[in-house]
C-alpha cells in the first residue's frame, strides 16, 4: 500500500521542533520565510528569541497556528496559548519518543538489568503462548485431515 505524502509544509504558523543548536528540543513558530534554507522563527512561550533558523534544524510538527506573516512577538504568544501548542505537543507520539528515550539514557546500570530481565521475562511468556496455540492448530489439523 502507497504511503500518503506528508502534509506537514513550511509555511507561516508553522510549529517546529528545534534539533540543534542553543535551544535544542524546544518548540518554535515559523513567523517569516527568510529565503529557501532558513525561516524567521519565534518560540515566546519556550524561551526561544525571535531568530533566523536553519530548515536543517527544524523539525516540523503538525501543529500551526493562524498568524499573519512578521507578527509580534505579542500575538503569537496570544495564539500559542490560545491553540493550547504546548498541551498537544506534550500529547504528540513524537514528543513521547523524544521522552522515552530521554528516560532510557539516564537510566543507570541497574535500571538496564531490571529492564533486560523484564523483557527476558515477558519473551519467555510470549514463547510459551505461542508454542501451546501453534501445538493446538497442530491438533486440529491433524483431527481435521483424520476426519477426511
Not at 506528508?6 to 521542533?17: F, H, M, P
Not at 509580534?72 to 498537544?88: D, G, L, P
Not at 539516564?106 to 514463547?127: E, H, I, S
Request: with cysteine; hydrophobic share 35%.
Amino acid at each position: 500500500m502507497p504511503r500518503t505524502p506528508l502534509r506537514t509544509y513550511i509555511e507561516i504558523g508553522r510549529v517546529a521542533y528545534i534539533t540543534s543548536g542553543r535551544y535544542r528540543g524546544k518548540l518554535c513558530t515559523i513567523v517569516d520565510v527568510i529565503d529557501q534554507n532558513r525561516a524567521l522563527v519565534d518560540g515566546p512561550c519556550t524561551g526561544v528569541p525571535r531568530q533566523p533558523v536553519s530548515f536543517k534544524h527544524l523539525r516540523l510538527t503538525r501543529q500551526r497556528i493562524k498568524i499573519p506573516h512578521s507578527t509580534a512577538t505579542k500575538i503569537v504568544r496570544q495564539q500559542w496559548e490560545k491553540n493550547e501548542v504546548t498541551q498537544k505537543w506534550h500529547e504528540s507520539t513524537f514528543a513521547k519518543k523524544l521522552a522515552a528515550r530521554r528516560l532510557k539514557k539516564n537510566m543507570n546500570d541497574f535500571d538496564r538489568f531490571k529492564l533486560k530481565r523484564t523483557k527476558q521475562m515477558m519473551n519467555r511468556l510470549v514463547a510459551v503462548r505461542f508454542m501451546k496455540l501453534r501445538a493446538m492448530a497442530k491438533k486440529a489439523a491433524k483431527k481435521e485431515q483424520e476426519a477426511k
